[in-house]
């Protein structure tokens, strides 16, 4: 009889993996597969921060194209252009020459002008008729001037001038029909010596793990501090808006709209924009906070 021998050998590279080996893979896998979807969940909320960041350059870049163009308009067509009937002289359209200021064939050109709103008149949308146009940072209860808190809004407004009134009595606040509105604004600042910081509104609002909004925002002065609109005259120096310029003071008419003796006038207005994302859907994933996008434009005053 022939007695078959087992070739203990074989049944052994036979054999399955052990229990240690099976635990010891899932191991592996499992440390591996965690790095993947960190690595991916990371790269998600990344992509979604710098999506947060693009949206927010883009609102407030179209926001301040437009405030350029407006302004590149601002004063057009003026005195300089436009006799009015009943008047012995054209130029300045301001308070010393009431008749040719409150003609709806003439724009005055800049009407106020502070830290946190500017108005003029102009033709700004190329249809013949002079228009009254208002910029103004608001707070979060809708003051103006603000003096409530942040994050603020910039709200735009624009009318035909309405013949026979004075131009800082075309748009009134309370009767105004706003168009255009940029909101999450935090830069309020109304420096009280033309300084380029100072007064800003505290940030209202808190970040995911409790620290509130002014603590972690506005540690840096210059973040809340900074002002919406600065001027500059022909020289490139900052003129001191603390306390507004206004058309209706004769004085002030000579610095917002240039006459040939002056040597102090605005040339240049700025806008600078500190932009939150948005509470709900504008926050980083990875920092549970907001970004902040900063963006600033310089409107030259052609005509003035």
Excluded at 122 to 141: F, H, R, T
């Amino acid at each position: 009889m022939r007695t078959k021998k087992t070739n203990f050998a074989t049944l052994h590279l036979q054999a399955g993996f052990s229990l240690l080996e099976m635990v010891i893979v899932m191991a592996i896998l499992t440390i591996v597969l965690a790095s993947i979807f960190g690595g991916a969940n990371s790269a998600v909320q990344r992509s979604q921060a710098e999506q947060v960041k693009v949206d927010l350059v883009q609102e407030g870049r179209e926001f301040i194209d437009e405030f350029e163009r407006d302004v590149h308009q601002a004063g057009y067509p003026n005195c300089r252009m436009v006799a009015v009937t009943g008047t012995a002289f054209n130029c300045p359209a301001d308070v010393n020459n009431l008749v040719e200021e409150k003609s709806s064939t003439v724009a005055a050109g800049l009407v106020y002008l502070s830290n946190t709103k500017v108005v003029f008149e102009g033709d700004v949308d190329g249809d013949g008729a002079v228009d009254s146009v208002q910029y103004a940072l608001v707070d979060s209860a809708l003051n103006d001037p603000p003096t409530g808190s942040c994050p603020c809004s910039i709200r735009r407004s624009q009318i035909h001038k309405v013949d026979g009134t004075i131009p800082t009595a075309q748009n009134p606040v309370a009767t105004t029909v706003w168009t255009q509105e940029l909101q999450n604004v935090v830069n309020s600042g109304q420096p009280s010596s033309g300084n380029a910081y100072g007064n800003g509104l505290s940030i209202s609002g808190s970040t995911s793990w409790g620290q509130t909004n002014n603590a972690y925002y506005a540690s840096l002065s210059t973040f809340k501090d900074y002002p919406v609109f600065q001027a500059y005259n022909q020289y490139g120096g900052l003129i001191d808006l603390s306390t507004a310029l206004t058309i209706d003071n004769a004085t002030n008419s000579l610095i917002l709209n240039c006459a040939p003796t002056s040597n102090n006038c605005v040339k240049t207005i700025r806008i600078t924009i500190n932009l939150l994302g948005d509470a709900t859907t504008g926050v980083d994933l990875q920092t549970h906070t907001r970004p902040v996008t900063t963006l600033i434009g310089d409107a030259r005053l052609v005509n003035n």
